[in-house]
C-alpha cells in the first residue's frame, strides 16, 4: 500500500502547493483503502475542509485504479480497484519477504543480559537476555551496526568473598564441574559462616584489596572464576539463540575511572558533600560517585562505561535494557554524561520491564529463593515432551522438537506484553498450541511447511503469477503480511518487542482462518499452484519474523 499512498500523496502536494499530506491505510475495508486527512491541509492551506475536498477530488478520481472516494467528517476515502489492490499488495508482500537494508543507519550499542559472575544465571536475568537480544535483531534488520555488550558483574567486595570460600571450603576440581551451582553454594556458605565469624567479611575485603593491586595469585583465581562463569551462562545462552559482542564487564572499566573522575571533577560538575563527591540535580537525588573515603561507586562506572561506549566504540547511540527499579540510576548517569558532553544528549535510552508473577506460585528450585534459568528451560522442555509424545516421533525428534517448542514458548511469554507489564507465567497458557503463544504460531508454519514439503516440487520451476492469483480470501492475509515492514518500525520506534510478538500472532490466525476456507491442494492446477505460491510467501513473513524474536520453527509438530 505504501506506493498508494505515496501517489495520493504526490497528487494532494501537486495540487494544492503544500508541503505534508497525511494519508493512511484504512483499517476498516467498509470505509475504503486509504483515506485523506483533510484537517491538516486545512491550516495549511487557510481554507475550509469541503473547499479542499472540491478542489482534490476530482484529481483523486484520475488516478488509474481508483474505484470511488467518499468524504466523512473530514476525510476522503478512497477505494481501490480489487485487481489494482491485489497486485499491489501482493507485490508488497513479495518486498517484504526479499527485504534488505541498503545502507548502514548508524551504530548501536545495547547494553543487556548482565549478569553477576559466580551467580545463577536465573529467571531473573531472563527479561533483560530476551528483551536486549530482540531489538539487536531488530535493529540489525532495519540497518543499523550493533554491538551487543554484556555488562558482567565481575568485580566489587563479592569476589573477595567468593574467592575467600574457594579458598576455605572448595577446590577447582570440584567446581569446574558444576561451576556456577558450585560457586554459589560456596557463596551462601560463606554468608551463613560470616554470622558466626564476622571477621570473615574483613578477610574478604583484604582479598579483594589484593585484587585490585593485581596480585598475581589472586588475580589468576579470579580470571579462572571469570572465564568458568562465563563458559557456564554462555550455555543458556546458546539455548536461548542469545549471544554478545563483547563481554566487557565493570572490571573493564575500573582502570578507566581515575581519568573519568578527574574529567568530570575539572569541568566543574561535581562537589562535595560531607565528603562524598556528587553530581547535584534540581529535580532529582543526587548522583553519588565516590564515598568520603573515596572509594568509587558504581554510578562512577557507569559514567565511564558511557563514556568508553561514545569516544572509543563509537556509538551513535546506547541501549541500556534493565528492570523499571533502575529508572531514577540511569536518569542519573545519563544526566552526568549530558553535563559533561552536551553533544550526548537524546542519545542515552533506558529500556525498563516489569516482574514475572507466578500463576501457579513460586517455581520451585533447589536452591530456595533463585529460580534457575536452566530449571525453567528445562522444565519448558519437559512440558513440551509431554504434550507431544503422544504423536508420532523419534526419541531424536521428539528431543529436538521439544526443546525448540520449550525454549521459544518461554521467550514468546517473555515478550507477549508490554515490557513495563508484569507478564504472568503460567505453564498452561505459555504452551497452549491454540493461544496467543509461540506453539500457536510455530504450529501454524509447521502446517504450511508440511504441505509444501508434498506439493511444492510440482512448482519449483515456475514464476508467480499475479493474474491467477485472484482469491477473495487471500486478501486479508496479503493486508496484514503487508504491515510487517510497520509492525517492525513500531517495535524499534518504541523500543517494544512485543508489537512483532503480536503481529505474528495476528498473521498465523489470518493464514488459519484463510486454510478452514479455502482448498488449498484444488483440483485445478492453476489454483493449486496459487495458492501453493501464497501460502509459501506466508510461511515467509512467519519465519523471518520469528527469527527476530528469537522464535525457532521446527520441521514438524
Known amino acids: 500500500m505504501e506506493n498508494w499512498i505515496q501517489i495520493v500523496a504526490d497528487k494532494v502536494k501537486e495540487k494544492l502547493n503544500v508541503n505534508k499530506v497525511v494519508v493512511r491505510k484504512q483499517p476498516n475495508p467498509e470505509f475504503g483503502d486509504l483515506s485523506v486527512i483533510l484537517f491538516p491541509l486545512a491550516s495549511q492551506t487557510g481554507k475550509k475542509v469541503e473547499e479542499i475536498a472540491e478542489i482534490i477530488i476530482p484529481e483523486l478520481k484520475k488516478i488509474p485504479g481508483v474505484a470511488d472516494l467518499n468524504i466523512v467528517n473530514g476525510y476522503i476515502n478512497i477505494f481501490i480497484e480489487k485487481n489494482e489492490l491485489f497486485n499491489n499488495l501482493w507485490k508488497n508482500a513479495e518486498k517484504t519477504v526479499e527485504y534488505k537494508p541498503d545502507k548502514i543507519n548508524g551504530r548501536i550499542i545495547i547494553d543487556f543480559s548482565s549478569p553477576n559472575i559466580a551467580k545463577p544465571f536465573s529467571i531473573g536475568h531472563l527479561r533483560s537476555t530476551i528483551i536486549g537480544h530482540i531489538l539487536s535483531n531488530l535493529f540489525e534488520f532495519s540497518g543499523y551496526e550493533v554491538d551487543r555488550v554484556n555488562h558482567l558483574g565481575d568485580w566489587g567486595t563479592q569476589c573477595g568473598k567468593i574467592l575467600l570460600a574457594v579458598e576455605k571450603w572448595g577446590d577447582w576440581e570440584s567446581i569446574e564441574k558444576d561451576t556456577i551451582k558450585a560457586l554459589f553454594d560456596l557463596y551462601v556458605k560463606f554468608h551463613s559462616e560470616a554470622e558466626k565469624n564476622p571477621e570473615l567479611e574483613e578477610q574478604a575485603r583484604n582479598i579483594f584489596t589484593k585484587l585490585e593491586n593485581k596480585d598475581p595469585e589472586i588475580y589468576k583465581q579470579w580470571k579462572k572464576m571469570v572465564d568458568y562463569s562465563i563458559s ?118 533506558h529500556v525498563g520491564f516489569g516482574l514475572y508473577r507466578f500463576a501457579q506460585g513460586k517455581m520451585s528450585t533447589r536452591k530456595g529463593n533463585v529460580i534457575f534459568m536452566e530449571e525453567v528451560l528445562d522444565e519448558a522442555v519437559n512440558k513440551a515432551c509431554e504434550i507431544m509424545a503422544e504423536r508420532n516421533f523419534s526419541k531424536k ?13 518461554v521467550i514468546f511469554n517473555d515478550i507477549s506484553v508490554d515490557r513495563n507489564k508484569d507478564p504472568e507465567f503460567d505453564w498452561n497458557k505459555i504452551l497452549d498450541f491454540n493461544g496467543e503463544t509461540a506453539p500457536y504460531v510455530q504450529y501454524t508454519a509447521v502446517r504450511i511447511k ?93 519465519e523471518k519474523g520469528s527469527k527476530l524474536i528469537g522464535i525457532h520453527i521446527p520441521e514438524k509438530m
Not at 470 to 486: H, T
Open 232 to 349: 557456564s551462562i554462555e550455555k543458556i545462552y546458546k539455548r536461548l539463540g542469545v549471544h554478545f559482542t563483547h563481554y566487557l564487564g565493570e572490571s573493564f572499566y575500573e582502570p578507566l575511572m581515575k581519568e573519568v573522575a578527574e574529567r568530570l571533577e575539572k569541568s566543574g560538575i561535581t562537589k562535595i558533600s560531607e565528603g562524598a563527591t556528587i553530581v547535584e540535580f534540581d529535580d532529582m537525588p543526587p548522583c553519588l560517585l565516590k564515598k568520603k573515603d573515596g572509594s568509587s561507586l558504581y554510578a562512577l562506572r557507569d559514567v565511564t562505561a558511557a563514556l568508553y561506549r561514545f569516544e572509543k566504540m563509537k556509538g551513535d547511540k546506547i541501549i541500556y535494557v534493565t528492570g523499571n527499579e533502575q529508572t531514577l540510576h540511569f536518569k542519573q548517569i545519563f544526566r552526568v554524561v549530558e553535563m559533561l558532553e552536551p553533544k550526548y544528549k537524546n542519545k542515552m535510552f
Open 397 to 409: 525428534e521428539l528431543k529436538i522438537i521439544s526443546e525448540k517448542i520449550g525454549v521459544s514458548s
Open 450 to 542: 508440511s504441505i509444501l514439503k508434498k506439493y511444492a516440487d510440482e512448482f519449483a520451476d515456475k514464476d508467480i503469477n499475479c493474474e491467477i492469483v485472484q482469491n477473495e480470501f487471500f486478501e486479508p492475509v496479503l493486508k496484514v503480511i503487508g504491515n510487517f515492514d510497520s509492525a517492525v518500525e513500531t517495535s524499534l520506534q518504541k523500543l517494544q518487542p512485543y508489537v512483532l510478538a503480536v503481529y505474528l500472532v495476528e498473521l498465523a490466525r489470518e493464514f488459519n482462518i484463510f486454510y478452514n476456507k479455502v482448498r488449498i491442494l484444488s483440483e485445478n492446477s492453476n489454483e493449486r499452484y496459487s495458492n501453493i505460491c501464497f501460502i509459501k510467501l506466508i510461511l515467509s513473513v512467519i
